[in-house]
């Protein structure tokens, strides 16, 4: 039952440098998205995919970059790393429209991005 | 003024105890609530759905109340095993997408 996987768990990072943090779910779930969790705030969408082929920008994609070239993949860039990208990043997939009572989040394990 | 705003806690309550998380909303416009639990470093998980009639799942009762923009989650009979933040969300169409807001968590620490 691997569900949604996330890799790599731990990433440091210099000012400048891109990676791409990898995120792949077997449930074959259209929905998928990334947020990111900073201390003291609630996570954050960072950009979101309804189905392969298509994403689109959330609440703060500036720095970020996705694609999604099949159902069960959604990469996301990180284009020229900053120190305000630190943060725990979370992939996560759903069958229906997140926010519907059915709804429900499945989330990867999270990544640990710090930059210095 | 937070669109979720949680009280951060910790609550600190001994085994058995009855506990209740408050959680406020400043849109009148959302659509749909949920609890998720996060433990500590993991990833969040769907606690339950908040129905606007209220509704319980064993030891865990969720209530809805729109006038006042707030909903809650009372746990009964604590555990050590419920000690974990509590994640209240709550969905407002913007944009074109269904936006789940999420609060930044009330902490639960259960002791014996």
């Known amino acids: 039952n691997a569900g949604v996987t996330q890799t790599p768990k731990f990433q440091v990072l210099k000012t400048g440098q891109s990676m791409t943090l990898q995120c792949a779910q077997d449930?074959?779930?259209?929905?998928m998205s990334w947020y990111r969790q900073d201390p003291g705030m609630g996570l954050r969408l960072i950009h979101y995919?309804?189905?392969?082929?298509?994403?689109d920008q959330g609440e703060v994609p500036n720095g970020y970059n996705v694609s999604r070239s099949t159902t069960e993949d959604f990469p996301l860039r990180l284009l020229s790393a900053a120190p305000s990208q630190t943060s725990v990043y979370f992939c996560?997939?759903?069958?229906?429209?997140?926010?519907?009572?059915?709804?429900?989040?499945?989330f990867g394990e999270g990544s640990r991005l710090t930059v210095l | 003024r937070k669109e979720v705003e949680q009280d951060p806690g910790p609550f600190n309550v001994p085994e058995g105890a009855t506990v209740a998380f408050n959680c406020t909303y400043s849109?009148?416009?959302?659509?749909?609530f949920f609890w998720y639990r996060q433990d500590c470093r993991k990833e969040p998980k769907l606690l339950m759905s908040?129905?606007?009639s209220g509704n319980e799942d064993g030891r865990f009762t969720a209530q809805l109340n729109r006038a006042s923009q707030y909903i809650s989650l009372l746990i009964r009979d604590s555990k050590l095993s419920d000690s974990a933040t509590y994640l209240c969300?709550?969905?407002?169409?913007?944009?074109?997408?269904?936006?789940?807001?999420f609060g930044a968590g009330t902490r639960l620490a259960v002791h014996p």
């Open positions: 849109n009148s416009a959302s659509q749909s």
């Open positions: 996560a997939s759903s069958y229906t429209s997140p926010g519907q009572i059915s709804g429900e989040l499945f």
């Open positions: 449930m074959n779930h259209e929905y």
């Open positions: 908040v129905y606007s």
């Open positions: 969300v709550v969905t407002l169409f913007s944009g074109g997408y269904n936006k789940l807001i």
């Open positions: 995919s309804v189905g392969a082929g298509i994403t």
